[in-house]
């Protein structure tokens, strides 16, 4: 995935679930076993709760296997 995308989706994520910046998605996504996902499809916003590591989960609004979650995004995982 072309880093441009990769940073544009975490800002995405960040704006759907109202933390001030990335950090603050990842701070709060590492003490839990759900975290903010997104569809990685460069037209395509939806937005999810997945597992920290998931790297295909379901778009509902793509009909596609394109959700990754932050953490992945972010290179955490």
């Known amino acids: 995935m072309l880093p441009m995308l990769r940073i544009s989706k975490l800002n995405q994520l960040c704006d759907d679930y109202g933390f001030e910046d990335v ?13 903010p996902g997104i569809c990685v499809n460069p037209n395509c916003n939806y937005s999810t709760n997945v597992e920290p590591d998931c790297e295909q989960g379901w ?19």
């Open 23 to 35: 950090e603050d998605l990842l701070a709060s996504a590492v003490c839990d076993s759900v975290c």
């Open 59 to 77: 778009c509902e609004e793509c009909g596609k296997q394109t959700v990754v979650s932050g953490m992945i995004l972010a290179g955490v995982i």
